[in-house]
């Protein structure tokens, strides 16, 4: 099991910035990669970006440039540096731990943390 916290949702100004944090506890040994995505009112859940244990990182195409995810393996910590923050990054942002052990891949989810964007 992998328990993840999130920390750093607030609401902010367009152009503003803020920096979410997750925190992973438990057997962390199996993270493979670790990201965030987030969940507008009315709409699905989407990928915002991801980063594997070797750093290798992934992007949504909206948030290319703007957003930054990166991760401190020693800590089992990632986070995800958010500048010229948009009304539309508006969302609930969730932390994710994809695992993979000899029984399997298994995906973990913090309880989300709120980022409002007012325009």
């Known amino acids: 099991q992998v328990q993840l916290v999130e920390s750093g949702g607030g609401l902010v100004q367009t152009g503003g910035s803020l920096r979410l944090t997750c925190a992973a506890s438990?057997?962390?040994?199996?993270?493979?990669?670790m990201g965030w995505y987030r969940q507008a009112p009315g709409k699905q859940r989407e990928l915002v970006a991801t980063i594997t244990g070797g750093g290798r990182t992934n992007y949504a195409d909206s948030v290319k440039g703007r957003f930054t995810i990166s991760r401190d393996n020693a800590k089992n910590t990632v986070y995800l540096q958010m500048n010229s923050l948009k009304f539309e990054d508006t969302a609930v942002y969730y932390c994710n731990a994809n695992t993979r052990t000899l029984y399997g891949e298994k995906d973990y989810w913090g309880q989300g943390t709120q980022v409002t964007v007012s325009s």
């Open positions: 438990g057997s962390t040994f199996s993270i493979n990669a």
